[in-house]
């Protein structure tokens, strides 16, 4: 199969209730020849599958899932999905509680009947306590129909789930009442006082209690992504002809014009036509001061404009905005699958059919061995069905992982996915890169040693004009310049290069020029006098970078550049040590200039003058001392380095492809992400591990306890009602367990 012929694609998974479920549907969906991947997470309650589109279609995916037993759709806009799934959420919600609440008064009914009593003479007799309890019990069953529906069909196709052991513990304690009810009617008394029909209700009513419970919970582990799908505004102000209408943010497209109001959300990303204003732009980027916004200016959807009105021209729907990007990269985390699943993935598998042989073989043994009765081991044989539960087992990772890359990106912090979680607790080394990650990326110059008979205006224009066809922050900072100094927009280049790591070439009226680092100077045999070099010392020595700038022959001129060390980065550099994480400053800037930011942030290594394709070697040559590495940068030269890490983490207001490299954006731009992203992953990590731990541990506690073990020592034997108890509260107690990661705040000696 061509990789570039695969195509992703997310589909929402109806009918799941436990982790053998979700891998039935794995199994049928990857028998597909045309499918290479899937991933089903049950938490989250979505498939995702990479598959050949010209071998098999989305249609032949959901078929698939069909005739496994369940229904597959597939997820289109996310905003409309994610309303969707919410309304339907609090449906299910609903009519789960309706379903409890008569159940109960149901259930209420026929426990009276079976244990307390006293009852009504007509009531009392044989054949109407029968006929009663089997109609309340009924009614239980017809209530709670779908858990013996599904429980059937995925028992008779050869794939059994939790459903299937309910239905066959509380099913069979049904028929048995059933057939003892159909005995009294046949005259012979003594069998009324032989019904379980209120075990078969009450283990229905428990379940469907402790499902509430589990969907409660799931959607509150879900919450961080509601919160950030609250952030668009319902409704934009639509311009059109001259007259304004309100329409929903869902009809919002590219090319419209919209009007934004004072104390208004910005409805879409695009670009401001008329009016200003100052938006707050936090909730996104996480720069907490308001900036000013005039016309030509962007404006990002979602981010609050506090004062004037303006008009906008859209540029991108709500579903293929910033923020639409921040939901993706939280829904891709939360449903991707760790490394550590795969003993939950494995029990799972064969979990069902290892518990129903174990409940006949058990309830046998009891029988023959035991030389108990029949109805005894009956008891014992439901107990066990109904007391097992791979729900929990199912829910301790998937559930960890959504509230805790949910609560990372409440932090500012997206991880992309589960496998990224896994590793950033690991890390024994953080590289960074200087310009942008541990700096401001917001150089600007200081100062201008000239060498030539130019004057210094004449140097500023040439430095301008060879560097305006570069995008790097010192560029800008020299465009900057030049604009304070009132000599207008540089003078365009006639011909411009680009030399990778050392600078730039450029013919400007009509004279060549190189503008660069010294080693640019040395390579093309440009000399550079001892006062030029004393020059350089002393601005590397106030943390400049420096600029060379000469013709084909001669040095011209030196241009110091100084970017500020952000607010954080010492903070993060310190808390980062404390972890015990070897923490080191890659870049491409002259060793002084290196040296005297890494003593102002305290790294423990550098690495200055290294060119880009040198950053991947420095990466590289850590993991060989065999550390585990996180790269963080900002810049197109940082993504094959934050490729090469075993964790790359990208600065937000970095390039696109920075992010896209990375396994890890700080949206805040903000370096104290990096270690409060590495201790919300073991936050996660070992909140995952007591799941697992206690899931298996219920399991290994709970089946014995069902199976009679306390009888055989003089204990009492488990009531299936009981079981049933213990089994839908372990799934809920793992999804509890994991809604503590929502507490989660970094550590306060780090602020």
């Known amino acids: 199969m061509a990789a570039d012929a695969e195509r992703q694609e997310t589909f929402g998974i109806s009918g799941m209730v436990c982790a053998s479920c979700a891998q039935t549907v794995e199994k049928a969906v990857r028998s597909l020849p045309a499918v290479s991947s899937v991933s089903v997470n049950l938490a989250t309650e979505k498939m995702n599958v990479t598959f050949d589109p010209n071998l098999a279609s989305g249609e032949d995916i959901e078929k698939k899932v069909k005739d496994a037993g369940y229904e597959a759709k597939p997820i289109g806009e996310a905003s409309k999905a994610l309303a969707a799934k919410k309304a339907e959420k609090k449906k299910e919600l609903k009519n789960l509680q309706i379903r409890f609440w008569v159940s109960a008064a149901l259930c209420a009914c026929l426990l009276y009947m079976a244990f307390y009593g006293p009852l009504p003479y007509w009531l009392s007799a044989a054949i109407p306590f029968s006929v009663v309890q089997l109609v309340l019990c009924a009614a239980v069953v017809g209530i709670n129909w779908k858990i013996y529906a599904i429980g059937f069909s995925t028992l008779i196709k050869g794939h059994p789930n939790m459903d299937s052991l309910v239905f066959l513990g509380s099913g069979t304690a049904f028929v048995y009442s059933i057939v003892a009810t159909a005995l009294v009617l046949a005259g012979q008394r003594q069998w009324s006082g032989k019904l379980y029909f209120e075990s078969g209700a009450v283990i229905l009513c428990l379940v469907t209690l402790g499902k509430f419970f589990e969907t409660r919970s799931k959607r509150e582990a879900g919450e961080a992504i509601n919160r950030l799908m609250d952030l668009s505004p319902a409704q934009a102000t639509l311009l059109e002809n001259g007259r304004q209408k309100q329409i929903p943010l869902s009809e919002v497209k590219p090319g419209d014009i919209l009007l934004v109001k004072p104390g208004e959300k910005v409805p879409a990303d695009g670009k401001i036509l008329s009016g200003s204003s100052q938006v707050d732009e936090s909730m996104i980027t996480g720069e907490s001061a308001l900036i000013e916004k005039a016309p030509g200016d962007s404006v990002i959807g979602a981010s609050l404009n506090s004062s004037g009105s303006f008009t906008m021209e859209v540029e991108k729907s709500a579903s293929d905005g910033e923020l639409s990007k921040i939901i993706s990269l939280v829904e891709q985390a939360q449903s991707a699958k760790i490394p550590v699943a795969r003993l939950a993935d494995t029990i799972s598998g064969f979990f069902v059919p290892v518990i129903i042989s174990i409940a006949v073989i058990v309830g046998i043994l009891w029988i023959f061995v035991g030389r108990q009765n029949w109805l005894f081991g009956l008891t014992v044989a439901i107990s066990v069905l109904v007391i097992a539960c791979p729900c929990a087992l199912g829910l301790a990772t998937p559930t960890a992982i959504m509230v805790g890359t949910g609560r990372g990106a409440e932090e500012g912090v997206l991880i992309r996915g589960g496998e990224s979680l896994e590793k950033a607790y690991k890390l024994t080394a953080v590289a960074f890169d200087k310009t942008g990650t541990i700096t401001s990326g917001k150089p600007e110059v200081s100062g201008i040693r000239n060498f030539s008979e130019l004057d210094e205006e004449a140097i500023l224009k040439i430095f301008a004009a060879a560097e305006a066809g570069s995008e790097h922050p010192i560029a800008k900072a020299v465009a900057k310049e030049a604009e304070k100094r009132g000599l207008g927009a540089p003078e365009e280049a006639e011909e411009f290069g680009a030399i990778s790591g050392k600078g730039v070439w450029a013919k400007v009226s009509g004279k060549s020029y190189l503008v660069g680092s010294f080693a640019l100077m040395e390579e093309n045999r440009i000399p550079v006098s001892q006062v030029a070099q004393k020059a350089a010392e002393e601005m590397a020595d106030e943390g400049c970078t420096l600029l060379f700038l000469s013709d084909a022959s001669s040095l011209i001129a030196l241009m110091g550049v100084k970017d500020s060390v952000k607010p954080t980065s010492k ?181």
């Not at 089946?703 to 009981?722: D, K």
């Open 571 to 751: 903070a993060a550099i310190s808390a980062l040590k404390s972890m015990g994480i070897k923490t080191v400053m890659i870049t491409g800037d002259n060793k002084r200039t290196a040296d005297r930011v890494a003593k102002e942030v305290g790294v423990d290594e550098v690495f200055a003058g290294v060119l880009p394709e040198g950053k991947i070697g420095i990466v590289s040559s850590l993991q060989k001392e065999g550390k585990r590495v996180a790269m963080v940068g900002d810049g197109i030269n940082d993504a094959p380095a934050l490729s090469q890490a075993d964790v790359g983490i990208a600065i937000g207001s970095g390039t696109d492809v920075a992010i896209s490299s990375a396994d890890i954006v700080l949206m805040k731009s903000d370096l104290m992400g990096v270690p409060t992203a590495i201790e919300l992953s073991k936050a996660t990590m070992n909140n995952i591990k007591e799941n697992l731990f206690w899931a298996l541990f219920y399991n290994l506690i709970g089946v014995p306890i069902a199976g009679g073990i306390l009888f055989l020592f003089g204990g009492p034997l488990l009531n299936p009602m009981i079981s049933a108890a213990c089994m839908s509260m372990s799934s809920v107690c793992v999804v509890l367990n994991a809604l503590r990661l929502r507490r989660f705040h970094r550590p306060k000696k780090w602020n």
